[in-house]
């Protein structure tokens, strides 16, 4: 095999790896994402609003 094929084929493996890691990172993300009603989004708001020295 020749150097030049050997990089394309070293740079083509880690674009491939990367893309996989980032389906995994996104597909979990996804996963565990709870979207939050509009209607309900201004109640919750309000009742969560607390002083900066509260925590």
Same mark, same amino acid.
């Given at each position: 095999? $020749?150097?030049?094929?050997? =990089?394309?084929? #070293? =740079?083509?493996?880690? #674009?491939? =790896?990367?893309?996989?890691? #980032?389906?995994?990172?996104? &597909? =979990?993300? &996804? &996963? @565990?994402? @709870?979207?939050?009603?509009?209607?309900? #989004? /201004? %109640?919750? /708001? %309000?009742?969560?609003?607390? @002083?900066? $020295?509260? @925590?």
């Amino acid at each position: 095999m $020749s150097l030049t094929m050997t =990089i394309v084929v #070293l =740079i083509f493996s880690w #674009l491939a =790896i990367a893309a996989a890691m #980032l389906w995994g990172v996104l &597909r =979990i993300s &996804r &996963r @565990h994402h @709870h979207p939050v009603p509009p209607a309900s #989004l /201004e %109640k919750t /708001e %309000k009742a969560t609003t607390h @002083h900066a $020295s509260a @925590h």
